[in-house]
C-alpha cells in the first residue's frame, strides 16, 4: 500500500467527437472492402488504437508512394496537405477523408481569405501533421509561429490582410499570449470569429484546471505523439500539480504515489476510456479504495461519417461495426 486513497476523474476526458468519428471510418472501410485499408499517417495518436487496427487488417504509412494501385486510403484525423489530396486523386486510389471536420472548417477558413489577398500566420508546433496539412492548403503565405519569439521575428510580405489560425489543440492559455503578441505586433491582424482550438481541447483543459488543484498527483492517459494529451500534462504541472502522461498502465511507476492521498486522472482526446479503467485498475492495486468522477461539462457533439461508409451499397442496409469498449470507472 502506497498511499493512493482515491482517484478522482476528470470529466470530459478521453475521446472526443473527431477522433470518434476516424476510428469508426477506418473500421467501416474495413468491414465494407475487407482488409487492407491503408491510412496514411495514424489515424489519431494513440498508440493503443492504431494497433487495434494494425490488428483489424489496417496499413499505416506516410508516404503515398508505399500504397499500391487500386487500393483504399483514408486520410488521419489531422487532415492532409492540397499536395497530398493531389496525389491521392492522381494514384486513382479510393480516398476516405478522416480529417475532423474542425481541422477541415480552418482549411476552409484559410482557402477563404487567401482569395480574398490574406496572409496567415499560424499558430502551432512545427512537424505536427496538422500543421502540415493546414500549411499545405496553400503553395506560399502562410508562416508558422510557435512562440512570441517567432511572432517578433516573422516577416509577412504584407501587413494590411493578414489572419491568424491555429492548431485546434493547442494549450489555450500559450495561444492567448502568442494571439496577444501577434496583436500587439499587428494591430490590425483578423482573428478568427470562434477560435480554432477545439471544444474538445478546450473542455479537457478546463476540466484539468478544476482537477489538478485539487490532488496530488495527476495522470493523463495519452501516447507521447498526441498534443493535447501533451498539453494536459503540462498545464497541471504549471499549476504546481505532478503530472505524468503514460501510454498505458504499465507505464505507471509505483513511486509517485508513494505519500500521494488523491490522484487525479484524465485521458487525451484519442485514448480510449479502457486504458483508463486498467490504469484505475492498477492504481487500485497500488492503494486506492474510491474512485469519484467530477462534475464536468457533458459532451454531446457527434460529426456524420463520409457517404459511402454510412450505407453498405449491396444490402442498403447500415453497416454494422463493433462497438469499441466503453466508459465505467
Ligand atoms: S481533438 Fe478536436 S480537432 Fe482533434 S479530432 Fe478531436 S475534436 Fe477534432
Known sequence: MLGAKEVLLAEPRGFCAGVDRAIEIVERALAKFGAPIYV????VHNTFVV????AKGAIFIEDLAEVPPGATLVFSAHGVSKAVQAEAKARGFTVFDATCPLVTKVHVEVAKLAKEGYEFLMIGHKGHPEVEGTMGQLSEGIHLV???ADVARVQPRQTEKLAVVTQTTLSVDDAAGITAAIRARFPQVREPKQ???CYATQNRQDAVKVL???VDLLIVVGSPTSSNSNRLRELAARLGT???MVDNAGELDEQWFEGVARVGLTAGASAPEVLVNEVIARIRQLGAVAVRKM???EETVKFPLPKGLKIDAATGLEIEVRKRPETGA
Not at 496514411?40 to 489515424?43: A, L
Not at 494497433?51 to 494494425?54: G, P, R, S, T, Y
Request: charged share 40%.
Open 40 to 43: 496514411r499517417h495514424e489515424i
Open 51 to 54: 494497433n487495434d487496427l494494425k
Open 146 to 148: 510557435e512562440d512570441e
Open 195 to 197: 477560435q480554432d482550438i
Open 212 to 214: 489538478a488543484p485539487q
Open 242 to 244: 505532478p503530472a505524468y
Open 295 to 297: 462534475d464536468g461539462i
